[in-house]
């Protein structure tokens, strides 16, 4: 009875190691009962020249920096593979080259040491980021996640339960920042010189139609056409007018995208009732709309919830931390799991 207690008792506080590979970026983490003791990321400068990630590219470079972060993890942690219970990896969605270095290396890594395996969505993974620090949100809560690939309002339930009841019919906001800022000639990645040129801009100086969609669901098709019409219009006036009016036209642009990341956020919470709301996801991490959500909480009298600018970006610690709710519920994965480019998570 002592051992299955003790077993049980291990159980419920696991040493998680996490590897995050989806894109351009990557980070290795290690969680003992769902506290982080480490979390790095590697960038990748090589894609700077190309305007973009490049595919093949960023497959490399996760191929060199892999052994090197999980190692510094792990000494940062002040821990070694033989005190971990599971090694956690991103199974989707992403670029599938790079999603294949970090899960070959999880599987080959568990199998080695004989450790439990770990498949984790990287979207349900940014709105358990939430989970890392204090304040933690109260169940149910609204979580708006919003990043280069995806746009969503995620109702969440419980830790492993959620349900999408609005997302982008088409571009998500983080794309359309990253090709606005393409079309100013500002350098990759453009989506964070956008909001830095935007503290010093006039946010109405410049009006772009918001898109009419109804229910929960967006859509930022349209803003792009009207930016880039904008642009062409006021260029062929102006070929300096860029240089002159970058400050406002950023702003204009960010004020016109979260507004509408704003009203249907809005919309959402009072039509369910639920008055608890975050946000996740790289572009979570755009102070104008980090601003915009707690002045919404603000004036409604809701509790509003963001994670530090470190687990909103991609990095390991919230993979470790969605991974950490799947070893309590003995969630695991076999080592014939594949990882996808796209695929369905709730």
Not at 35 to 47: F, I, K, P, T, W
Not at 319 to 335: N, P, R, T, V
Request: hydrophobic share 45%.
């Amino acid at each position: 009875m002592r051992l299955l207690q003790a077993d049980y008792f291990c159980s419920l506080m696991p040493t998680i190691l996490a590897i995050e590979s989806s894109c351009d970026d990557t980070s290795a983490a290690v969680l003992k009962d769902g506290v982080v003791r480490s979390n790095l990321v590697a960038n990748q400068e090589v894609h700077k020249k190309y305007g973009g990630v490049v595919p093949e590219l960023a497959s490399r470079a996760h191929l060199q920096h892999i052994v090197p972060v999980v190692a510094v993890a792990l000494q940062e942690a002040g821990l070694s593979l033989a005190d971990v219970d599971a090694v956690a990896f991103t199974q989707s969605p992403g670029l599938i080259g790079s999603l294949h270095v970090g899960a070959s290396f999880a599987k080959g890594l568990a199998q080695a040491m004989n450790k439990k395996l770990i498949a984790v969505h990287h979207m349900q993974a940014h709105v358990l980021a939430h989970f890392i620090e204090d304040p933690k949100p109260a169940f149910p809560f609204l979580c708006l996640t919003v990043s280069g690939g995806h746009t969503q309002l995620v109702l969440v339930h419980e830790p492993l339960r959620m349900e999408i009841i609005g997302q982008t019919l088409d571009d998500a906001a983080g794309e359309a920042f990253d090709k606005t800022a393409k079309m100013l000639g500002l350098p990759y990645p453009g989506g964070p010189l956008i909001d830095k040129n935007a503290q010093a801009g006039n946010p109405e100086r410049f009006s772009f139609p918001l898109s009419q969609v109804p229910g929960f669901d967006f859509s930022f098709s349209g803003i792009k056409t009207s930016i880039l019409q904008f642009l062409d219009k006021q260029t062929r006036l102006d070929k300096e007018f860029v240089v002159h009016n970058l400050a406002d036209i950023c702003a204009s642009v960010q004020h016109t995208i979260i507004r509408m990341l704003m009203q249907k956020l809005e919309q959402a919470a009072i039509a369910t009732g639920v008055h608890h709301i975050g946000i996740a996801g790289g572009v979570s991490a755009n102070s104008g709309l980090r601003q915009a959500v707690t002045s919404l909480a603000k004036r409604q009298g809701w509790q509003a919830y963001i994670p530090r600018f470190a687990y909103c970006t991609d990095n390991a610690a919230m993979i470790g931390m969605a991974a950490h709710f799947k070893y309590l519920e003995q969630d695991f994965a076999s080592l014939d799991s594949i990882p996808m480019a796209r695929s369905e998570w709730v």
